[in-house]
């Protein structure tokens, strides 16, 4: 009776450190596989983002440059930042409520070669003061750079 | 001068409630009947306070009082009244504010409904309930007062209320969920109330289950509710996004569901007593976490309050005593409570266990792929990242099957001990009946998805078990029997179907929905899903505070017309925002839902068209979870306890004389 007890006890255990190891495991790929990293214009611009990899970028939509197709729902625009730098994106689908020229988005996608953005998910927040809290440090951090 | 007169019903708020975290406390500590028994009518007075100050802001807000800064963000004269009240919770301050007033509705329903303690454990936990409360009041008072005046020069005309906010959704949902969230302060209460009394019997347990039965079926409530508004209002038809603010109401969530199950089991068998408190203990922590992360603006969300660095701080602070103190308590007195009381390896003890241990763990995995973009952002130097839903989907999925085979499993247990012949007898029989039932259900969708059998498998099994298991409770007296269940029973059965119906509707939601986005002209037909939807063209409608494009598209199925649908790009006039309001034809089996992109030009748009089978299941699945949890507190068992009480009082009540 006591060895049953003893075993179950052992069983019991062993199920525990499995369970808690393959969580982990689990956990640890999903992790590493599903993170976005997040780059400003300037750095897509300076090619440190990386290519066919699933990245997000930021920054302001530029005025003027939104241009929609006749027969389909391909969209191209420009992200950039306060200064210079800005890359092309496209995306095809319905834009957010809230998407405007000179209005700061995320777009969630895959560069491809030739620098263009191929994004699946363009966030614009559902408030028109709100600014994503990565664009506008992007934005402050670049502004000190700008100081003298 | 209303404004004023309920700024100051909250400053008098504040000083009540810290009276009552004081006065309580020092009578229990002095053993003075008359000080402990203050907690009442403290806790009445703070209601009552806050209660005034809320209807100040109401008041406010009806009269378009754009002097007040908070009111002249979030109003304008053109909302239509509902909304203006609604617009009192609409952004941070206000909601904070009733926030504070749902904190004071539940301590009163304690100080009210707590005739059964003794009055030294009544005042431990209105002590507890006042000393949090005190946090919260300072909170809105010194950083988000929300009767904050613009004078002398305020605006004539209020910025409008955020439209995707003037909604049926936002009058219900936020009250329900802060309902649920603040409601886990008193199960916390509770616990802190017996460590420090260092009565860890039963008995606490079986006080608090019913309030925290009732706080967790709100927050079911309000998370439910939150599902479906964000699917019908934000126009894209999502249910469920792993949002940081949507983690932030879940994870209390699943700690909550851990809790009511874990407490059943200290109430019936004594047993994990500790663990419980910790539970407890947790449950609270994880919801004012939640209110830190949704208010401090550390991540990104579409849930965006106005961001305020000085509020984050007070939060962080105010959860590091809270947390800190409760789990400083604990872990000096949670080592006394050594009473261990044995159960079998296999019996009801042991399935709460596993469940506690699943819901845990992926509360934890939740929680660190919330914060993980501030781990990785410190510890890379500033590198930001974001983590997608796939992560939450792929470990959060596998975590959840298991729980559901446990709770198939289950409903035949015993306390105590259960034998395996017991527990798997009628197994085969029930497999080979689900499996069928699945097939016939893959046969007919004609979807042969590997997810999507394992799920409906398992949950179409768990309906079989709950199923099987009434009648076998029946036995041979028909409804005779079924009246003698207890309501806990009933409870859990509705709880566990509504998990089964939701599971079933997520997986044939996420598998067999159609989506296309496409580009319509007027006359242009298009088909999804066996139905053919004709685009009819564009009108021009005005609402109170907007005008709109108004698509008309019919559904049809076979030449025979289903439904018209006309769904909406509406323009705000005074804050000039665009919002799209979709429309969907909602049937028990399935969900034709029809949005309005843009206009191309040459009067075509871009249009979004789902069909979403079983999609209603989800939230219907979620309204029995939560009917479930409020059909426990029905319980006789809670009731029985306070008649005892009150014979036990009658013999008391002529020494009580003679001491008055």
């Known amino acids: ?148 | 001068m209303i404004i004023e007169l309920g700024h100051f019903a909250l400053i008098l708020a504040l000083a009540m409630s810290c009276c009552l975290a004081v006065l309580p406390a020092i009578g229990v500590h002095m053993e003075k009947a008359v000080l402990m028994r203050t907690g009442g009518s403290l806790a009445a007075g703070m209601f009552v306070f806050t209660l005034i100050s809320f209807i100040c802001l109401a008041l406010a807000f009806i009269g378009d009082d754009f002097s007040v800064a908070y009111v002249a963000r979030n109003s304008n004269s053109l909302l239509p009244v509902y909304y203006k009240l609604s617009a009192v919770w609409g952004a941070h301050e206000g909601s904070f504010l009733l926030w504070c007033l749902v904190m004071s509705s539940w301590t009163l329903a304690v100080a009210l409904f707590s005739q059964q303690l003794t009055d030294d454990m009544r005042a431990r936990v209105l002590a507890v309930l006042g000393s949090v409360s005190i946090g919260f009041y300072l909170f809105l008072i010194f950083t988000s007062n929300p009767f904050d005046r613009t004078l002398p020069f305020f605006p004539s005309e209020g910025t409008d209320l955020n439209p995707l906010l003037q909604d049926f959704g936002l009058i219900v949902h936020p009250p329900l969920l802060y309902i649920g969230y603040v409601g886990l302060s008193v199960p916390f209460a509770f616990a802190i109330a017996s460590l420090s009394s260092g009565k860890l019997d039963a008995a606490w347990a079986r006080w608090s289950r019913p309030w925290t039965n009732a706080a967790w079926a709100f927050l079911t409530m309000g998370i439910t509710l939150g599902s479906w508004w964000a699917y019908y209002e934000l126009g894209w038809g999502g249910w469920w996004f792993w949002d940081a603010v949507e983690n932030a109401s879940f994870m209390p969530w699943l700690i909550a569901t851990a809790l009511i199950h874990s407490l059943a089991a200290t109430e019936k068998r004594g047993v994990f007593r500790s663990w419980t408190v910790l539970l407890a203990i947790s449950a609270f922590s994880f919801s004012l976490l939640g209110a830190f992360l949704v208010r401090s603006g550390v991540l990104t969300s579409v849930h965006a309050f106005a961001v305020d660095p000085e509020r984050g701080v007070f939060i962080l602070w105010y959860l590091v005593i809270v947390i800190g103190g409760s789990l400083l308590l604990y872990g000096i007195r949670a080592g006394k409570m050594g009473v261990s009381v044995g159960f079998g390896w296999l019996s009801r003890e042991s399935f709460i266990l596993a469940n506690n241990l699943i819901l845990t763990v992926s509360a934890i995995t939740v929680l660190l792929g919330t914060i993980y973009p501030l781990i990785y952002e410190w510890f890379s130097s500033g590198q930001k990242i974001s983590v997608g839903p796939p992560y939450f989907n792929m470990v959060f999925v596998p975590l959840m099957l298991p729980l559901i085979v446990l709770m198939a499993l289950s409903s035949g247990s015993r306390w105590r001990r259960t034998t395996t012949e017991v527990l798997l007898a009628k197994q085969p029989l029930r497999l080979l009946l689900s499996g069928v039932v699945c097939l016939i259900f893959c046969l007919l969708t004609s979807t042969w998805n590997l997810w999507f059998l394992a799920v409906s498998f398992i949950s179409i099994w768990l309906i079989v078990n709950l199923l099987a298991d009434v009648r076998f409770r029946l036995g041979k007296r028909g409804f005779a029997g079924l009246l003698k269940q207890t309501p806990s029973y009933y409870g859990m059965w509705l709880g566990h179907i509504g998990i089964a119906l939701s599971a079933l509707g997520i997986v044939t939601t996420v598998i067999m929905s159609e989506e296309i986005d496409l580009l319509m002209s007027p006359g242009d037909k298009t088909q999804i899903a066996g139905y053919d939807l004709t685009f009819e063209g564009v009108e021009r409608v005005m609402g109170p505070n907007y005008s709109a494009d108004r698509g008309i598209f019919e559904i049809s199925r076979q030449d025979r017309v289903i439904e018209m649908l006309y769904p909406e790009k509406r323009l705000y006039s005074p804050s000039q925002n665009v919002m799209t309001e979709a429309d969907i034809s909602v049937s028990f089996w399935r969900d034709v839902y029809v949005a309005l992109g843009e206009p191309i030009g040459n009067q075509a748009w871009s249009v979004r068209v789902h069909v979403k089978p079983l999609v209603r299941w989800i939230w219907l699945g979620g309204i029995l979870v939560a009917i479930g949890g409020f059909t426990t507190i029905l319980d006789k068992r809670y009731r029985r306890l306070k008649i005892a009480r009150q014979q036990q009082f009658r013999s008391d009540t002529p020494v009580q004389a003679s001491l008055a």
């Open chain 1, 1 to 148: 009776m006591m060895k049953t007890h003893r075993r179950n006890q052992l069983l019991l255990i062993a199920v525990l450190i499995l369970g808690a190891g393959a969580t982990l495991a689990l956990v640890m790929q999903a992790l590493t596989e599903n993170i976005n990293l997040f780059y400003s214009p300037a750095q897509v611009v300076a090619g440190e983002a990386p290519v066919n990899q699933r990245i997000r970028a930021g920054g302001m939509v530029v005025e003027g440059s939104v241009q929609r197709a006749v027969d389909s729902l391909q969209v191209n625009f420009l992200i950039g930042d306060l200064r210079s730098a800005q890359f092309p994106v496209v995306f095809e689908g319905i834009l957010p409520d809230l998407f405007r020229e000179g209005q700061g988005v995320i777009a969630g996608g895959n560069l491809n070669e030739s620098g263009v953005l191929i994004a699946d998910e363009i966030l614009a927040k559902h408030d028109e003061n709100y600014m994503p809290p990565e664009v506008l440090q992007m934005m402050a951090s670049e502004q000190e750079k700008n100081l003298p």
